[in-house]
């Protein structure tokens, strides 16, 4: 039926727009005008497919329409005037805009997917605009999609969209992989993109769900291929390695009606030893390198490690945690290396920690819920139970606040 066509033409296309988008927007220098085309691709698709049915290569065959698509863009003269002369230049030779479009098209994608990445990364956009550019043009993911994913409505989407494409066409960002300098913050900006996404997939901010594991699947779709175009790069591979041991718990993560579980009360036999096999495995790639995420992963590493709670190391992970805060001081380290420390050196020392970040971190529902956990250590049951209910007002997401009420509660 033409409407199962339409599905698989839409699935195929998913998979393979982020290979479109990008060897065309190397072309035209505009990811605006890389993704009309595509799109022009998949119309054809979707025209013709449902009629001649899929082809046994489909993506092969979306790549020959965006490069007939990319070829009558230039001959209708709307690249030619502004591209040809570029074209010439780069290739030393005279040359024909469409012959170069056809041969720039035919070469390794890889590189083109990387240049991709890093331009909807750029950090003259937003951070929420990149976001939104790398999970559409990169994830391959609807404005509907994003939009449900980030529980924001799909106008806002949309002109997020529109906007960074716009910025980006006007600044003249090169479609290139920067070099030198340059690279290391330009690397950095699309590192925290795809962390961005897979936190809110792993902790969702707002909203009913707890976790939302296509975001997080997206984002381990996106390290990866990352960690493939450039497997020199440390700092990838502590991201992939971080990620891949934080989703190993995602089962585990949620009870049967959807409610949250703590680490502490988890299943451990509900997480998945393959991922946790294969963090393990880009931990110790990452390692011979290092780096901020590296250390993270490491952490990760000991909760993956134990087989049960008791068994976790809690001084390693303290000690990981010094180390952090010395290489990537921020309140959220701190935070997190008051709860290490609360299990490492008792409560006394953690809550310690913790009290010093009330000027900067007032407004963030875990700083109550972390003080909350140590005072109850400590015996202040009733403090722990007033952290609780600030903690509880102060989070924007309905089972997050369904759970600190339980702590309560229980206390």
Known sequence: MPSDAHHTIEAVFRIESPKLIAGLARITRDVGVAEELAQDALVTALELWPRTGIPDRP??????????????????????????????????????????????????????????????????LSPEARVALTLRLVGGLTTEEIARALLVPVQTIQQRIVRAKKQLAEAHVPFEVPRGDALVPRLASVLEVIYL??????????????????????????????AGLAPGVGEIHGLVALMELQASRLRARLGPNGEPILLFDQDRARWDRLLIRRGLESLAR??????????????????????????????AIAALYDQLARVAPSPIVELNRAVAVGMARGPAAGLAIADRLADVLGAYYLLPSVRADLLAKLGRTAEARAELARAAELTGNARERQLLLDRATKL
């Open 59 to 124: 993506g092969a065959w979306l790549m020959q329409a965006a490069k007939h698509r990319a070829i009558d863009f230039v001959r209708r003269g709307r690249l030619l005037e502004r591209k040809h002369e570029q074209l010439g230049h780069e290739l030393r030779i005279p040359v024909d805009p469409a012959d170069a479009i056809v041969e720039a098209l035919d070469d390794e994608l890889g590189d083109d997917l990387l240049r991709l990445m890093f331009t909807s990364c750029h950090p003259i």
């Open 286 to 315: 990452a390692q011979a390198i290092g780096g901020v995420y590296t250390v993270q992963a490491a952490i990760a590493a000991c909760h993956a490690r134990a087989g049960k709670p008791g068994d976790t190391d809690w001084p």
């Open 197 to 226: 996404v897979f936190n809110e997939g792993y902790t969702a901010t707002t909203g009913e769900d707890w976790v939302r594991p296509e975001l997080c699947e997206d984002a381990l779709r996106l390290g990866r291929v990352l």
